[in-house]
């Protein structure tokens, strides 16, 4: 009984030393980010992250203690590398959907804004029905394609993906697409506010399907760094509450991105 107690204190004292040993601190976060997603994150003329997601990222590690730094990723490449280690988080606009809670641990929610269509002012694509024969332009492993693909494709649309919303604004511009899938709040402000998008507006329904958009925004981490993900949340509860996660929306933004109650 003496030799088995000794085995099991000695076994209980090497996990815990090697769980002191593999935990992190969190002092220093890699976040990865695609900066061509105007205006929730992209860069200056300087070359320089700016946007919403940035400023909340920055926002939360002053309240979390840590020093961060921004790791650029394609978007259908980001969850891959996250899993590789290039980076510890992704701060980049990702919605919450249930595929992706498959692979990945998310945050809370910090912000959520539904699906739009745009295409030529005075269009009648208000429905899917209405898209057959038309060349839809989504973001490449964005919710969008995914929508496109279920709903649009199989009613007759072709649906032609891209690795950047800029790619996509540009041959919509060209009359190469009849129409694009994106977020509202980004194909606003990176696109129908700039002089490339006048003549195109969002026509149709808002899209919300949660099976297909998801819960809104949140932090990704590896589904191995649960602590990581539990200080984003208590962060993000403190930038709500004290006053920051406000001025950082009112930058951008002239309506409450948040959406919804807490």
């Given at each position: 009984m003496k030799s088995l107690l000794r085995h099991s204190i000695a076994g209980f004292c090497v996990l815990i030393a090697s769980t002191a040993l593999y935990a992190r601190d969190w002092s220093t976060i890699r976040i990865g980010v695609d900066a061509t997603y105007k205006p929730f994150t992209y860069k200056t003329a300087d070359g320089q992250f700016t946007?919403?997601?940035?400023?909340?990222?920055?926002?939360?590690?002053?309240?979390?203690?840590?020093?961060?730094?921004?790791?650029?990723?394609?978007w259908d490449g980001i969850i891959p590398g996250l899993q590789a280690r290039k980076f510890d988080a992704i701060i980049s606009s990702m919605s919450i959907t249930d595929d992706r809670r498959k692979v990945v641990a998310f945050s809370d929610k910090?912000?959520?804004?539904?699906?739009?269509?745009?295409?030529?002012?005075?269009?009648?694509?208000?429905?899917?029905a209405k898209f057959k024969g038309k060349r839809v332009g989504v973001l490449r492993a964005s919710i969008q394609e995914t929508y496109a693909k279920e709903v649009l494709a199989p009613a007759g649309a072709e649906v032609v993906s891209y690795d950047t919303e800029d790619q996509v604004y540009l041959d919509l511009k060209s009359k190469r697409l009849d129409a694009m899938v994106s977020d509202q709040a980004q194909a606003s402000e990176g696109f129908l506010k700039t002089p490339d998008?006048?003549?195109?507006?969002?026509?149709?329904?808002?899209?919300?399907?949660?099976?297909?958009?998801?819960?809104?925004?949140?932090?990704?981490?590896?589904?191995?760094?649960?602590?990581?993900?539990?200080?984003?949340?208590?962060a993000l509860k403190a930038i709500r509450a004290n006053g920051t996660y406000k001025q950082i929306n009112d930058k951008y933004f002239d309506f409450d991105v948040y959406g919804g109650n807490d």
């Amino acid at each position: 009984m003496k030799s088995l107690l000794r085995h099991s204190i000695a076994g209980f004292c090497v996990l815990i030393a090697s769980t002191a040993l593999y935990a992190r601190d969190w002092s220093t976060i890699r976040i990865g980010v695609d900066a061509t997603y105007k205006p929730f994150t992209y860069k200056t003329a300087d070359g320089q992250f700016t946007g919403f997601d940035v400023d909340i990222a920055r926002a939360l590690c002053a309240e979390m203690k840590a020093k961060c730094s921004f790791v650029e990723s394609n978007w259908d490449g980001i969850i891959p590398g996250l899993q590789a280690r290039k980076f510890d988080a992704i701060i980049s606009s990702m919605s919450i959907t249930d595929d992706r809670r498959k692979v990945v641990a998310f945050s809370d929610k910090y912000y959520t804004t539904p699906g739009r269509v745009v295409a030529p002012k005075g269009s009648d694509l208000v429905a899917p029905a209405k898209f057959k024969g038309k060349r839809v332009g989504v973001l490449r492993a964005s919710i969008q394609e995914t929508y496109a693909k279920e709903v649009l494709a199989p009613a007759g649309a072709e649906v032609v993906s891209y690795d950047t919303e800029d790619q996509v604004y540009l041959d919509l511009k060209s009359k190469r697409l009849d129409a694009m899938v994106s977020d509202q709040a980004q194909a606003s402000e990176g696109f129908l506010k700039t002089p490339d998008g006048q003549g195109f507006a969002f026509v149709g329904p808002e899209l919300r399907d949660p099976k297909i958009f998801g819960y809104g925004a949140g932090i990704a981490v590896r589904k191995s760094d649960l602590d990581l993900r539990d200080k984003f949340n208590e962060a993000l509860k403190a930038i709500r509450a004290n006053g920051t996660y406000k001025q950082i929306n009112d930058k951008y933004f002239d309506f409450d991105v948040y959406g919804g109650n807490d």
